[in-house]
């Protein structure tokens, strides 16, 4: 493939998260514009699902923060560049951002970075850090409230030289498409988890980290059960530990606290995560601290699924209150059990409504093809 354009992304691990799956959609549409793609990482589960023939994939291990390492990557790098004759360089990540910065430096390549996240800093040496996803000629923010953010604390950093903009994240609408799950499907999974579709399922997704709210959640079903005197749902928190044993270990108590183990499930994984979205009833979005963009509350949206999620964050953005999804006052026990309660009680054309209204919304703004059009226009205007 000839052309032009050769753009090399850099990430860590291409896992399921919002920075890996990104990387992976913009690295698959830049071969059906004629742009090589390329794509540098140290493994991860979404790479058995690359295609080859159209994106080369270079292991290297860009996931540490090892000085040594990173001078190493850079080293690495720089002969990557020069051997491909690689137009941009996107990090997607502060580690591989430094060894990609230098890259660049040396090679006089352009340099692009997305800004995925808040990344918390407590003292100068955190947040110089954390400036390297500003040190680029383009700063993409995934959400409005990431570029406030970048702009409030960075802006030291910021020049007329660099471009600083909002580039949504988007999902593919096509997978996360309710029609295109099939009954049978559906209760192999509900047997797997061990629930009878006798009632309402409430889905909360998302790693088992404190910062996620499983615990106001927990507490929320609680008030819930207490409003209505007894239990009207099953709930299903769904996320791995990711090694935080004694976190989980709390939840399991603060279940077993309110007698609810009949009640909550904690699943570990899902492999597919439209087909959880789509036996559920309704999806919650818990987090106490901002999330970057949110990706949960636009999933469900896409699925038809009524979704309340804190008022804080991406979610202010994706969601429009009381039409495509519900928002409560985050760290809200009794904000949140307030939202079940009146989506518990809504009827099914209401339900409906708010479910189509939902993935038009998704589809008009959050769409993976808007986003990796967006990305690629940037990288030519970037080159010309």
Same mark, same amino acid.
Request: hydrophobic share 40%.
């Given at each position: 493939?000839? @052309?032009?354009?050769?753009?090399?992304?850099?990430? !860590?691990?291409?896992?399921?998260? %919002?920075?890996?799956?990104?990387?992976?959609?913009?690295?698959?549409?830049? !071969?059906?514009?004629?742009?090589?793609?390329?794509?540098?990482?140290?493994?991860?589960?979404?790479?058995?699902?690359?295609?080859?023939?159209?994106?080369?994939?270079?292991?290297?291990?860009?996931?540490?923060? /090892?000085?040594?390492?990173?001078?190493?990557?850079?080293?690495?790098?720089? %002969?990557?560049?020069?051997?491909?004759?690689?137009?941009?360089?996107?990090?997607?990540?502060?580690? !591989?951002?430094?060894?990609?910065?230098?890259?660049?430096?040396?090679?006089?390549?352009?340099?692009?970075?997305?800004?995925?996240?808040?990344? /918390?800093?407590? /003292?100068?040496?955190?947040?110089?850090?954390?400036?390297?996803?500003?040190?680029?000629?383009?700063?993409?923010?995934?959400?409005?409230?990431?570029? +406030?953010?970048?702009?409030?604390?960075? +802006?030291?950093?910021? @020049?007329?030289?660099?471009?600083?903009?909002?580039?949504?994240?988007?999902?593919?609408?096509?997978?996360?498409?309710?029609?295109?799950?099939?009954?049978?499907?559906?209760?192999?999974?509900?047997?797997?988890? %061990?629930?009878?579709?006798?009632?309402?399922?409430?889905?909360?997704?998302?790693?088992?980290?404190?910062?996620?709210?499983?615990?106001?959640?927990?507490?929320?079903?609680?008030?819930?059960?207490?409003?209505? %005197?007894?239990?009207?749902?099953?709930?299903?928190? =769904?996320?791995?530990?990711?090694?935080?044993?004694?976190?989980?270990?709390? =939840?399991?108590?603060?279940?077993?606290?309110?007698?609810?183990?009949?009640?909550?499930?904690?699943?570990?994984?899902?492999?597919?995560?439209?087909?959880?979205?789509?036996?559920?009833?309704?999806?919650?979005?818990?987090?106490?601290? !901002?999330?970057?963009f949110g990706r949960v509350?636009?999933?469900?949206?896409?699925?038809?699924?009524?979704?309340?999620?804190s008022n804080i964050g991406?979610?202010?953005?994706?969601?429009?209150?009381?039409?495509?999804?519900?928002?409560?006052?985050?760290?809200?026990?009794?904000? =949140?059990?307030?939202?079940?309660?009146?989506?518990?009680?809504?009827?099914?054309?209401?339900?409906?409504?708010?479910?189509?209204?939902?993935?038009?919304?998704?589809?008009?703004?959050?769409?993976?093809?808007?986003?990796?059009?967006?990305?690629?226009?940037?990288?030519?205007?970037?080159?010309?």
């Open positions: 493939m000839s @052309s032009n354009l050769k753009v090399l992304q850099v990430i !860590p691990k291409l896992g399921y998260g %919002g920075a890996e799956t990104g990387c992976y959609d913009v690295a698959h549409y830049l !071969p059906e514009n004629n742009c090589e793609s390329f794509i540098v990482t140290s493994g991860g589960e979404l790479l058995k699902f690359i295609d080859k023939q159209k994106v080369k994939v270079i292991r290297l291990p860009v996931h540490s923060k /090892n000085p040594l390492l990173i001078i190493i990557n850079c080293v690495a790098l720089v %002969g990557i560049i020069l051997f491909n004759n690689i137009s941009i360089i996107h990090a997607r990540s502060r580690a !591989p951002a430094w060894s990609c910065l230098l890259a660049t430096k040396i090679t006089g390549r352009k340099f692009v970075t997305t800004f995925h996240g808040t990344y /918390n800093f407590k /003292n100068i040496l955190k947040k110089f850090y954390n400036s390297v996803m500003v040190r680029s000629h383009l700063i993409i923010a995934g959400s409005n409230f990431i570029f +406030s953010h970048v702009k409030e604390n960075y +802006s030291k950093n910021l @020049s007329a030289n660099k471009k600083l903009m909002v580039i949504f994240r988007g999902i593919n609408v096509d997978y996360f498409d309710s029609s295109t799950k099939i009954e049978i499907d559906e209760k192999k999974l509900l047997k797997k988890w %061990g629930i009878e579709k006798d009632k309402k399922i409430i889905l909360l997704p998302g790693r088992l980290t404190a910062w996620k709210g499983q615990e106001v959640f927990i507490e929320a079903v609680n008030l819930v059960n207490l409003q209505l %005197g007894y239990e009207a749902f099953h709930a299903v928190i =769904l996320g791995s530990d990711q090694g935080r044993d004694l976190y989980k270990k709390k =939840l399991i108590r603060l279940s077993e606290q309110y007698r609810m183990t009949g009640q909550i499930r904690f699943i570990d994984h899902c492999k597919d995560m439209a087909l959880a979205y789509k036996v559920s009833d309704i999806v919650v979005s818990a987090s106490i601290e !901002p999330e970057a509350s636009v999933e469900a949206q896409s699925m038809e699924k009524p979704i309340i999620a991406g979610s202010n953005e994706t969601i429009v209150d009381e039409k495509t999804g519900f928002l409560f006052d985050s760290g809200s026990a009794k904000s =949140l059990s307030q939202k079940i309660l009146k989506v518990l009680t809504m009827d099914e054309t209401s339900l409906k409504s708010i479910g189509i209204e939902g993935r038009k919304n998704i589809i008009q703004k959050f769409n993976v093809e808007k986003m990796c059009f967006s990305t690629y226009s940037e990288y030519k205007r970037l080159i010309n």
